[in-house]
């Protein structure tokens, strides 16, 4: 049912966009003249007043208003963003000026039968001061309003970045030119209407409305004023009362803080509630994924996830442990932890699913070390050295692209990867032996490239084992990396430290072979004890790993 009032939400919010937009180009003609305003008026005015336009508009308008409401109401708490707050502010500011303007307009059109031109609506609003305070303060509160959903629709789309600079420079023209086409068109009529002894004269019209009809205007305005006000404070009753009655549950947070909070509201209302900082870039709406928490207790007493909050989550692949804290209402207790800083930002949301997901795989862990390298920047420049690491590492990378590795870590001279990340345990051994047997390879055309510069060919220890791990985004906030954790790579560095001692290229576990179908052909066998493990463990020692694939 949420699902379906978001889309309804965006769908109604940009039929107001797609009236808000060329209304105020329409004021911003006032630069020109009050003419142009009228010409282009008459086509717009042909569509938004016709009954299916008219339709459209108000339908679109009010639906949108009661949609606020609901969310309003379902709101457990008041505490919130301060963008979310201003949002939802700047909202609720728009009926009670808007509604002065639209019985002003297009009630005395379409109820009574008075022609409104731009003429007539200007010299009116600039014979007003406090009119035409309102009404500027109307068209920068409807369009902040317009902005901050815009901003907060796209945010998390991938190009957003970079086409937010046209739209912020849009954002900024738009309602300039419409404010500065109001005051141009006030200023060609304001001398007439002096010059004619004040509006009733300049505006004949005027007389023609009798009093009845002004008392008529009055009170419908009147009457949708009071009625805004008296649905915002019945909403806002109803949500005192539904958060006073009903039980209680507790959310146990990683923090250490134990946190009461109502049944009926959801885990990021809660958090927020009790003044712990969240991350939440979509504000709630289940389109981010950046409030994901792990359920440590209490997960099979959950509710199952909605259709919106299922297809966040398979977006991310995210195991069944994890839920998101904006569409989880827990009613009994529950213990959680946060996944994301409260710092993630849109980045982290708009960034490929693959880099925005924490989860359990089976991967190869492979550590490639670049041996001598000591000596190598002893015997030259900084620069020289720098030369030819780079050279490395460019060699390396390209060895692992080839063969569906992933370059995780940067580690001085050497590197982690990763094999296995999108495909099954056994492709993924084959893959990275191919990717040991490519390295080679090309360390081999570089030394001979490189062979004035060098003392002796350039050398590599390989270390690799398959295993489970903890895939995911890891790091400081602003300086996130794609890696691994687990038993399996810290085993894959103690097999490359063991490529010293047995004088190879390669130490791979013989369970990693196993797995990707290949015989270790003359390569002698180990059994090493590895630290943090009890068991020994049975190694190869490979001498040069394009071996593994002759037939």
């Given at each position: 049912?949420?699902?379906?009032?978001?889309?309804?939400?965006?769908?109604t919010g940009?039929?107001?966009?797609?009236?808000?937009?060329?209304h105020?180009?329409?004021?911003?003609?006032?630069?020109?003249?009050?003419?142009a305003?009228?010409r282009?008026?008459?086509p717009?005015?042909?569509?938004?007043?016709?009954a299916?336009?008219?339709?459209?508009l108000?339908?679109?308008?009010?639906t949108?208003?009661?949609?606020?409401?609901a969310?309003?109401?379902?709101?457990?708490?008041?505490?919130?963003?301060?963008?979310?707050?201003?949002?939802?502010?700047l909202?609720?500011?728009v009926p009670?000026?808007?509604?002065?303007?639209?019985?002003g307009?297009?009630?005395?059109?379409?109820?009574?039968?008075?022609?409104?031109?731009?003429?007539?609506?200007?010299?009116?609003?600039?014979?007003?001061?406090d009119?035409?305070?309102?009404?500027?303060a109307?068209?920068?509160?409807?369009?902040?309003?317009?902005?901050?959903?815009?901003?907060?629709?796209l945010?998390?789309?991938?190009?957003?970045?970079?086409?937010?600079?046209v739209?912020?420079?849009?954002?900024?023209?738009?309602?300039?030119?419409?404010?500065?086409?109001?005051?141009?068109a006030?200023?060609?009529?304001?001398?007439?209407?002096?010059g004619?002894g004040?509006?009733?004269?300049?505006?004949?019209?005027?007389g023609?409305?009798?009093?009845a009809?002004r008392?008529?205007l009055?009170?419908?305005?009147q009457g949708?004023?009071?009625a805004?006000?008296?649905l915002?404070?019945?909403?806002?009753?109803?949500r005192?009362l539904?958060?006073r009655?009903?039980g209680?549950?507790q959310?146990?947070?990683?923090s250490?803080?134990?946190?009461?909070?109502?049944?009926?509201?959801?885990i990021l209302?809660?958090?927020?509630d009790?003044?712990l900082?969240?991350a939440?870039?979509?504000?709630?709406?289940a389109?981010?994924?950046?409030?994901?928490v792990?359920?440590?207790?209490g997960?099979?007493?959950?509710p199952?996830p909605?259709?919106?909050?299922?297809?966040?989550l398979?977006?991310?692949?995210?195991?069944?442990?994890?839920?998101l804290?904006?569409?989880?209402?827990?009613?009994?207790?529950?213990?959680?932890v946060?996944?994301l800083?409260?710092s993630?930002?849109?980045?982290?949301?708009?960034?490929?699913?693959?880099?925005?997901?924490?989860?359990?795989?089976?991967?190869?862990?492979?550590?490639?070390?670049?041996?001598?390298?000591?000596?190598?920047?002893?015997s030259r420049?900084?620069y020289?050295?720098v030369?030819?690491?780079?050279?490395?590492f460019?060699?390396?990378?390209?060895?692992?692209?080839?063969?569906n590795?992933?370059?995780?870590q940067?580690?001085?001279?050497?590197?982690?990867?990763?094999y296995?990340?999108?495909?099954?345990?056994?492709?993924?051994?084959?893959d990275?032996?191919?990717?040991?047997?490519e390295?080679?390879?090309?360390?081999?055309?570089?030394s001979?490239?490189?062979r004035?510069?060098?003392a002796?060919?350039?050398?590599i220890?390989?270390g690799?084992?398959?295993?489970?791990?903890?895939?995911?985004?890891?790091?400081?906030p602003?300086?996130?990396?794609?890696?691994?954790?687990?038993?399996n790579?810290?085993?894959?560095a103690?097999?490359?430290?063991?490529?010293?001692?047995?004088a190879?290229?390669?130490?791979?576990?013989?369970?990693?072979?196993?797995?990707?179908?290949?015989?270790?052909?003359a390569?002698?066998?180990?059994?090493v004890?590895?630290?943090?493990r009890n068991?020994?463990?049975?190694?190869?020692?490979i001498n040069?790993?394009?071996?593994?694939?002759?037939s």
């Amino acid at each position: 049912m949420r699902r379906y009032e978001r889309w309804l939400r965006l769908a109604t919010g940009l039929i107001l966009a797609c009236y808000v937009v060329p209304h105020f180009l329409n004021h911003s003609l006032g630069v020109v003249s009050i003419d142009a305003m009228d010409r282009l008026r008459g086509p717009l005015a042909a569509w938004w007043r016709s009954a299916p336009g008219t339709v459209l508009l108000y339908g679109s308008l009010l639906t949108h208003f009661a949609l606020a409401l609901a969310s309003l109401y379902r709101r457990t708490t008041l505490r919130m963003p301060a963008w979310e707050a201003t949002q939802l502010v700047l909202g609720l500011a728009v009926p009670p000026l808007l509604i002065a303007h639209v019985v002003g307009t297009r009630f005395a059109w379409f109820l009574l039968g008075h022609h409104i031109a731009y003429q007539r609506v200007v010299g009116l609003l600039w014979a007003d001061p406090d009119a035409a305070l309102r009404q500027a303060a109307l068209l920068l509160i409807v369009w902040t309003h317009l902005c901050y959903g815009i901003h907060y629709w796209l945010r998390i789309q991938r190009w957003y970045a970079n086409g937010r600079p046209v739209l912020f420079a849009a954002a900024l023209l738009i309602p300039s030119l419409a404010l500065a086409g109001f005051a141009a068109a006030g200023h060609e009529l304001w001398p007439a209407i002096e010059g004619a002894g004040g509006t009733l004269v300049y505006y004949p019209e005027l007389g023609n409305m009798s009093g009845a009809e002004r008392e008529q205007l009055l009170e419908w305005r009147q009457g949708l004023e009071l009625a805004f006000w008296a649905l915002l404070a019945a909403t806002l009753l109803a949500r005192w009362l539904r958060t006073r009655l009903g039980g209680t549950y507790q959310l146990h947070h990683a923090s250490g803080r134990v946190i009461s909070a109502p049944i009926g509201r959801t885990i990021l209302e809660a958090v927020r509630d009790a003044g712990l900082p969240h991350a939440s870039v979509c504000g709630g709406r289940a389109r981010c994924t950046t409030c994901r928490v792990r359920i440590v207790e209490g997960l099979a007493r959950l509710p199952a996830p909605g259709r919106a909050e299922a297809l966040a989550l398979a977006r991310v692949e995210a195991p069944p442990n994890v839920r998101l804290a904006c569409q989880t209402r827990p009613r009994t207790d529950v213990a959680i932890v946060p996944l994301l800083p409260p710092s993630a930002t849109d980045a982290a949301a708009a960034r490929r699913p693959g880099a925005a997901r924490e989860r359990e795989r089976p991967v190869v862990a492979m550590f490639v070390d670049l041996r001598g390298s000591t000596r190598l920047a002893e015997s030259r420049l900084p620069y020289d050295v720098v030369f030819i690491m780079n050279q490395f590492f460019s060699e390396m990378y390209a060895a692992l692209r080839t063969t569906n590795g992933y370059y995780a870590q940067f580690r001085g001279d050497g590197l982690l990867a990763l094999y296995g990340l999108d495909t099954d345990i056994a492709q993924a051994c084959r893959d990275a032996m191919r990717g040991a047997a490519e390295m080679q390879r090309r360390l081999e055309l570089l030394s001979q490239s490189l062979r004035a510069e060098l003392a002796e060919p350039l050398k590599i220890g390989i270390g690799a084992h398959a295993g489970v791990a903890i895939v995911g985004t890891m790091g400081p906030p602003d300086a996130p990396i794609y890696s691994a954790i687990g038993d399996n790579v810290n085993i894959a560095a103690r097999f490359e430290g063991m490529t010293k001692a047995y004088a190879c290229v390669l130490v791979v576990s013989a369970e990693t072979l196993a797995h990707a179908g290949l015989e270790p052909r003359a390569a002698p066998l180990h059994h090493v004890r590895v630290r943090g493990r009890n068991e020994r463990m049975n190694v190869y020692a490979i001498n040069d790993p394009r071996k593994l694939f002759e037939s």
